[in-house]
């Protein structure tokens, strides 16, 4: 479950994207609660921290750890806060897709209350964090190689989706040079089935 957590209220002066990333990586449920909320008393109004976690989440370059970052804040804000934050973002251009996943993750949302546009945004994001798990564009085109030509539809939905970073998938828009980011990985050059 990564490294060992530290004492409770030791995080409470890292900045929102550290406090994020070692709640979700080392600390169960109840301890993250606790850290979270004292996170937040620490910076005294509540709405100001809660737009510092939610810059946080925007600004990370790495889907799956952005995706890890939403969860922490579903499963930690107290009396279902957490939910309707993430309900509240289903319109989201930047944070839609995660928000959606999470809840569809969770059984939160169920498919049948999601719009044909938001069920592309979920499979786009999907296909994103697949792209970075699995190390780039290779592994990704090989994984979906392994499933059959059905694949070539579902990575052309994903490219019609409104996932706020298609237009890097499709091409149109030139990587930073040394950047990291996962969708760069998926810059054109057709899949060998399309």
Known sequence: MGTAAGLIGEPAQVPAAGLLGVLADDYDPDAARAELAGWISARGERGA????????????????SAQAMLAVLLA??????GERLLRQFRGDAQLASLAL?????????????????EHLLVLAESLLQLVE????????????RAQGF??????????????????????????QPGSTDAITCVRPSPLPFS
């Open 101 to 117: 996943s999470e809840l569809a993750h969770r059984e939160l949302q169920s498919p049948e209350d999601m719009t044909d546009a």
């Open 133 to 144: 798990l699995a190390g780039g564009r290779d592994g990704a085109e090989e994984s979906l």
């Open 150 to 175: 059905e694949a070539r539809d579902v990575v052309a939905a994903a490219l019609d989706s409104a996932h706020p970073d298609r237009a890097v998938a499709r091409g149109s828009v030139e990587p």
């Open 76 to 81: 930690a804000l107290p009396d279902g806060e």
């Open 49 to 64: 921290a809660l737009r510092q976690l939610l810059e946080a989440v925007r600004s990370m370059p790495f889907r799956v």
